[in-house]
């Protein structure tokens, strides 16, 4: 398990004058929330902080930012990730309480403040912790996709960023904002957000190292498949558990091009010929798997994959070097 420290007091300390203060005899929604403070930005969206004045607790809080609050298909895509992620009530997704709109008519929704590291920040310090520790962080990550999946939810969006390690053990799957959902006969229409906004937005780093979302996106993901489908997620949670095992991912190439062509026409090289790390067979055999570019040859199923994941990995390194 990963430790890491406590929630800050002011967030997390019950008092006696805070849970017995009277409820007004009208209730406001307009002055529901206060003491904002951003945490952070998306391509679109903005995330707050902000206590919720009713329940007396801080929560998360996140909208559009203005220059889109206007924008219909924003709005809906927003509205969507709030009632997906309200919808899939499991112990590795975050608790959604509200879907509102805002003294202007903006729709906001509201969710659990949650604390902890995000699996990129762990990686920067990989030598800190050992694989079991790396290892549960992907199966609990492989639960939550599993009960999205036999809810008919895709996620499309499994990188590092958006797993959270928190203090007490949990790791949550975030970001919703790309779950793609069917009509209960199957069938689904044509959606634009097939890809990720900030595909074109991928960062550089000091050594001039592409990162981003694109690294972890299935080559149908590119590719605007309109028949992807739920393996598209074992794909990326294969390219999580790549870079876990050996520290690099499994596309290569310094810029966003030789990204995408690297996703859709190389083979990765196996995990234990890019680290000096012993890498269990068992693990490297069910992420090169889970790369495979033909999503017939990957896992059928998060189920199946997890099973892999139980078996005994540490074993099958008793006869290495």
């Known amino acids: 398990m990963l430790?890491?420290?406590?929630?800050?007091?002011?967030?997390?300390?019950?008092?006696?004058?805070?849970?017995?203060?009277?409820?007004p005899k009208k209730i406001d929604q307009r002055t529901r929330y206060a003491f904002f403070s951003t945490i952070a930005t998306g391509g679109k969206s903005l995330i707050k902080s902000c206590k919720d004045l009713?329940?007396?607790?801080?929560?998360?809080?996140?909208?559009l930012k203005p220059e889109f609050a206007n924008d219909e298909i924003e709005e809906k895509r927003l509205i969507r990730e709030a009632r997906?992620?309200?919808?899939?009530?499991?112990?590795?997704?975050?608790?959604?309480?509200?879907?509102?709109?805002?003294?202007?008519?903006?729709?906001?929704?509201?969710?659990?403040?949650?604390?902890?590291?995000?699996?990129?920040?762990?990686?920067?310090y990989r030598e800190r912790y050992?694989?079991?520790?790396?290892?549960?962080?992907?199966l609990q990550v492989g639960y939550a996709l599993e009960y999205a999946h036999t809810h008919g939810v895709a996620h499309r969006d499994i990188k590092?960023?958006?797993?959270?390690?928190g203090p007490y053990g949990e790791v949550l799957l975030l970001d919703w904002g790309l779950a793609?959902?069917?009509?209960?006969?199957?069938?689904?229409?044509?959606?634009?957000?097939?890809?990720p906004s900030d595909i074109q937005d991928i960062t550089l780093t000091g050594q001039g190292k592409a990162?981003?979302?694109?690294?972890?996106?299935?080559?149908?993901?590119?590719?605007?498949?309109?028949?992807?489908?739920?393996?598209?997620d074992v794909f990326s949670l294969g390219a999580v558990l790549y870079e876990v095992l050996c520290g690099h991912t499994a596309p290569v190439g310094d810029k966003l091009h030789q990204v995408?062509?690297?996703?859709?026409?190389?083979?990765?090289?196996?995990?234990?010929?890019?680290?000096?790390?012993?890498?269990?067979?068992?693990?490297e055999e069910v992420a090169m798997r889970c790369l495979s570019k033909n999503p017939d040859d990957r896992y059928s199923s998060m189920a199946e994959m997890l099973r892999m994941l139980h078996r005994d990995w540490r074993s099958t390194l008793a006869g290495g070097p």
Not at 94 to 105: A, H, I, N
Not at 160 to 165: C, Q, R, S, T, V
Not at 263 to 282: F, Y
């Open 260 to 283: 995408i062509d690297s996703v859709l026409n190389d083979t990765p090289a196996l995990p234990s010929e890019m680290t000096t790390q012993r890498v269990p067979p068992l693990l």
């Open 211 to 232: 990162q981003g979302t694109v690294h972890y996106m299935s080559p149908e993901q590119i590719n605007l498949d309109p028949a992807i489908d739920h393996r598209t």
């Open 3 to 23: 430790n890491f420290p406590e929630p800050p007091k002011n967030y997390s300390s019950v008092f006696l004058e805070e849970t017995d203060k009277p409820l």
């Open 130 to 138: 050992d694989l079991t520790q790396l290892m549960d962080v992907i």
């Open 54 to 63: 009713h329940l007396s607790r801080f929560v998360c809080y996140k909208t």
């Open 84 to 124: 997906v992620t309200a919808m899939l009530q499991h112990p590795n997704t975050v608790p959604t309480y509200e879907l509102g709109r805002d003294s202007k008519g903006n729709c906001y929704f509201t969710m659990k403040l949650v604390h902890g590291y995000t699996l990129r920040e762990i990686l920067d």
């Open 180 to 195: 793609k959902v069917w009509h209960p006969d199957g069938s689904s229409v044509a959606d634009e957000e097939t890809a």
């Open 160 to 165: 590092p960023e958006n797993i959270l390690a």
